[in-house]
């Protein structure tokens, strides 16, 4: 009866967060009565376990714009400058322009790029285009900013691609963007080269914008290499979210980015440029101190360090993978090939007293003290996502209680 109250707390996607129902499900957990520790494959937060650390690079570059004394003020509400032309040449390294800084907004990580990108695109009666399953984020700034969220599928056997016709059927005039995540969350997935200009040419056709979040871009480890969607810009323009937090391991720092790809000028008109800088005015940004320090942290970082952190997430997600075609009741559709988590299916009907993804994730939290996300917290309910940047050990550990559990409760 507990575990049935708290999952009636959860409510639709648009009024739910990842952290809200992990803090549910963390209060179910006794590891007093399973004598188990709890391990959370929930959230994406890698700096949990000891095997990822941020980079000497960036520890050096904050503690020494922290002691310079220069960056205890306030910084311009767009971003240092010097901050903003290191990001925009970070970027421009994949792109076939070079970016402006003056197009780069530096926001309180990519939960903030996302709150402007909304922000700036809302009007009375818009809608925008959500992926499903989505980071949940997006459907409640929207629905804070009074924008109607419509849902186009992805198709798990074909890599999560996007539904197009789906994208073109629910679009009208009153259509503000479409949001495309690559690589992936909650799916594991890389987009290819053609799939994302298939996406920009079907925005094109449609007038609208799209919203690319790429806060795990470069984070790719499958066939596909990471596209970043700017790439398209002259087909249609592209508003890129991104951040420090997960490529540099450091996601309590809040740094992320807005950017505006739009090398034909089709987007960047006076009246936008003004809606954006007078949200920054309002919201402000990260820490002045943080910000001064990303020169040295893209221009200083070596390659080894990314490679260590790829080579990792390969590992756990091939163990991931494997455990899970091991498991009887869950089925996964595809491997994923990027990201830090991705979306597999329990079987409920070979489940005995389980009745649906709220009811299994609750149940395993209290049984076996491990944590996983519910997939209606991402829109896809009955499947849920596992996070599988955690450390070897307490991973293999995880799956082997998920394996216990699904076997006794399988018929």
Not at 16 to 25: A, F, P, Q, V
Request: glycine content about 8%; charged content about 20%.
């Amino acid at each position: 009866m507990e575990l049935q109250n708290q999952a009636q707390e959860i409510d639709a996607p648009t009024t739910i967060t990842i952290k809200g129902i992990l803090g549910l499900l963390m209060s179910s957990t006794d590891p007093k009565e399973s004598g188990k520790r709890v391990i959370s494959l929930g959230i994406g937060d890698p700096t949990a376990y000891s095997c990822f650390h941020a980079s000497n690079a960036a520890q050096e570059g904050v503690v020494e714009a922290l002691r310079s004394t220069k960056f205890n003020g306030y910084a311009p509400t767009a971003g240092l400058p010097q901050t903003r032309e290191a990001i925009a040449e970070y970027l421009s390294r994949d792109l076939p322009y070079k970016l402006p800084a003056d197009s780069v907004y530096v926001t309180a990580g990519c939960t903030q790029a996302i709150e402007i990108a909304l922000s700036v695109l809302a009007r009375p009666g818009a809608n925008i285009l959500l992926p499903r399953p989505c980071f949940p984020i997006y459907g409640l700034c929207a629905s804070f900013r009074n924008i109607e969220v419509r849902y186009f599928d992805l198709h798990p056997e074909q890599g999560w691609e996007v539904d197009l016709d789906a994208v073109a059927d629910l679009a009208d005039h009153n259509t503000v963007a479409m949001v495309i995540i690559n690589p992936g969350n909650p799916c594991g997935n890389v987009y290819s080269y053609q799939h994302l200009k298939k996406i920009a040419e079907t925005a094109k056709r449609l007038g609208i914008v799209v919203i690319a979040d790429e806060v795990y871009g470069h984070l790719a480890f499958g066939a596909n290499p990471f596209v970043p969607m700017g790439i398209f810009g002259s087909i249609a323009p592209v508003v890129t979210l991104g951040s420090l937090s997960k490529r540099w391991l450091v996601p309590g720092w809040r740094l992320g980015w807005l950017v505006i790809n739009d090398p034909d000028g089709s987007l960047m008109s006076p009246k936008f440029v003004e809606r954006i800088k007078k949200y920054c005015d309002i919201c402000g940004g990260p820490a002045t101190f943080i910000q001064a320090a990303v020169p040295e942290i893209v221009e200083q970082t070596q390659d080894v360090f990314f490679r260590k952190t790829i080579n990792i997430l390969k590992q756990t997600s091939d163990i991931c993978y494997q455990k899970i075609e091991d498991i009887n009741g869950i089925t996964c559709p595809t491997k994923p090939k990027g990201a830090m988590a991705f979306m597999v299916k329990p079987n409920l009907s070979r489940m005995k007293d389980i009745s649906d993804d709220i009811d299994f994730c609750f149940k395993l939290a209290k049984e076996e003290s491990v944590i996983i996300l519910p997939g209606l917290a991402v829109g896809l309910k009955n499947w849920i996502r596992i996070t599988f940047a955690v450390d070897v050990p307490a991973l293999e550990e995880a799956m082997e209680r998920l394996k216990s559990f699904c076997g006794r409760h399988s018929y």
